[in-house]
C-alpha cells in the first residue's frame, strides 16, 4: 500500500505561528485531524506542526495561559515532510518511528498534498489485514461469493 492511497486529501488547516493557543483548540475541535499545520514566515522558514499533544504537553501542562500564548511556542518544526506519494506505508510508518512524530506532511513536488498521522496507518493497516483475512476465509470455503 503506498501513502497516496490513505493521505488525507482534505488540504490541513494551514495556521500563523502568532495564533493563540485557545485559538488553535478551537479549530481542532472543529477539525478531522488532530493538527494544524504552521505556515513559514518566509521563503527560506520550514513548515511547522501543532498538534493535540503539543498543546497539552508542552502548553496546558506547564502552565501556559493559552489566551496568551501563540502556537510559535509549543509547535513541532519542521514538520517531517514526505514527497513521494508512492511510498510504501511501512517507509512512511518507519520514517514517523525514526523521527518520533504522529503527524507528517505529504508533497507532490512543491504541492502540500494532504497529512498523515499515525491513526491514518493504523486505520489503513487494519483495513488491509481484514481484507487479507476475509480473502482466505472465503478461499478456504472454496468459492468465494
Known sequence: ???NDIVTKDKPKIVRGDMMLVDAMSQLRSSPSAALIVEPEERSDAYGIVTTRDIVF??????????????SR????????LNNLNLDLRYAALAMANAEVEHVLVFDGERMVGELGLHDVLLATWKEC????????????GGGC
Open 1 to 3: 500500500m503506498e501513502i
Open 130 to 141: 481484514s481484507r487479507k483475512q476475509l480473502d482466505h476465509m472465503v478461499s478456504d470455503v
Open 74 to 81: 509549543v509547535m513541532t518544526k519542521p514538520v517531517l515532510i
Open 58 to 71: 508542552r502548553g496546558l501542562a506547564q502552565g501556559v495561559d493559552p489566551v496568551t500564548t501563540p502556537v
